[in-house]
């Protein structure tokens, strides 16, 4: 219909703006700490926390404009619908993977910003940074092994053999995404309760003892709790736009579904990555630097 078809291109539009944003972003970070890395042979943690993000997203993004060019194009063989289903393992894999190393950084700011007396979370907090590599790696070998069960349906000559194997693989693959994304979020959600906590208790200690309201502390703690709230906003649409997408398309299938599910599910890679940019003085100043903002200014 005319509306379904406005629809899409308005929809498509804005996507690809998205897209573009993002691929700037992540581009960007990613091409700012590996400068540095070479230059000074060594990361932060933090710093590969946001390399591995970064690098992740831009892997997630990829895979959105080759979704994007499939879908548009015309039917075509089993061959192409094998791709089809191929690419969209690819895409739910490559946005799990963003989600964990997402509940990676919440992890890293929680325990290292976050003030606590427990001798656990003391302990955490001296071995945190030698952990990093371990926690990231950890996270991506989770996320492998969950995909790597996933059934693949292969199209076999018998049309209504493939068509029932792909049925078991596609309801095999909505389970496994939502316990697969489903974990991280609640390790994200719970990390940002707890920063949100210590920032409010820090602030009225601070108020308390009657001195300055602002401090470097305070700072680093509503720098990061800007980050929490903002990427948790985002991280949630994420999951809910992509848990419709995989849901069967008798239930989603309207003019508007799947057109605003999309631009939801690539906001949290592209809006995230342009958050953290702002909220870090050194990214911040570095983009400022370039000639077209410097003419815009």
């Known amino acids: 219909s005319l509306l379904r078809r406005k629809t899409f291109i308005i929809a498509q539009i804005i996507l690809f703006m998205e897209i573009i944003m993002g691929m700037f972003g992540n581009e960007f970070i990613a091409?700012?700490?590996?400068?540095?890395?070479?230059?000074?042979?060594?990361?932060?943690?933090?710093?590969?926390?946001?390399?591995?993000?970064?690098?992740?997203?831009?892997?997630?993004?990829?895979?959105?404009?080759?979704?994007?060019?499939?879908?548009?194009?015309?039917?075509?063989p089993l061959q192409l619908v094998k791709v089809q289903?191929?690419?969209?393992?690819?895409?739910?894999?490559s946005n799990t993977v963003c989600l964990w190393f997402t509940s990676c950084?919440?992890?890293?700011?929680c325990v290292m910003i976050t003030n606590c007396d427990l001798p656990l979370f003391l302990q955490m907090k001296q071995k945190i940074s030698a952990m990093v590599p371990k926690i990231l790696?950890?996270?991506?070998?989770?996320?492998?092994?969950?995909?790597?069960?996933?059934?693949?349906?292969?199209?076999?000559?018998?049309?209504?053999?493939?068509?029932?194997?792909?049925?078991v693989s596609y309801f095999y693959v909505i389970l496994l995404y939502s316990a697969a994304s489903f974990i991280p979020f609640i390790i994200f959600l719970s990390s940002s309760i707890q920063l949100i906590v210590s920032l409010w208790r820090h602030t009225r200690n601070m108020q308390h003892n009657a001195t300055s309201f602002w401090d470097p502390s305070t700072e680093v703690h509503v720098r990061a709790n800007k980050a929490m709230i903002s990427c948790l906003i985002l991280y949630?649409?994420?999951?809910?736009?992509?848990?419709?997408n995989t849901l069967p398309l008798c239930?989603?299938?309207?003019?508007?579904?799947?057109?605003?599910?999309?631009?939801?599910?690539?906001?949290?890679?592209?809006?995230?990555?342009?958050?953290?940019?702002?909220?870090?003085?050194?990214?911040?100043?570095?983009?400022?630097?370039?000639?077209?903002?410097?003419?815009?200014?």
């Open 31 to 76: 091409a700012f700490y590996c400068t540095g890395w070479v230059k000074s042979r060594k990361l932060s943690s933090c710093d590969k926390i946001l390399t591995c993000l970064v690098m992740s997203r831009i892997f997630y993004l990829g895979i959105c404009v080759a979704n994007f060019c499939i879908f548009v194009s015309p039917p075509g």
């Open 85 to 93: 289903r191929t690419f969209g393992f690819l895409w739910l894999f």
């Open 105 to 109: 950084l919440s992890i890293f700011y």
């Open 137 to 167: 790696l950890g996270s991506l070998l989770v996320t492998s092994n969950i995909y790597i069960c996933i059934p693949t349906g292969d199209l076999c000559s018998n049309c209504t053999v493939a068509a029932k194997s792909w049925v």
């Open 236 to 244: 949630i649409f994420n999951f809910a736009a992509v848990s419709i």
């Open 251 to 297: 239930v989603t299938d309207s003019s508007w579904t799947p057109a605003i599910t999309s631009i939801m599910a690539v906001a949290f890679p592209s809006g995230h990555s342009l958050i953290l940019i702002l909220i870090n003085p050194k990214l911040k100043q570095t983009v400022l630097c370039f000639p077209p903002i410097q003419n815009i200014r």
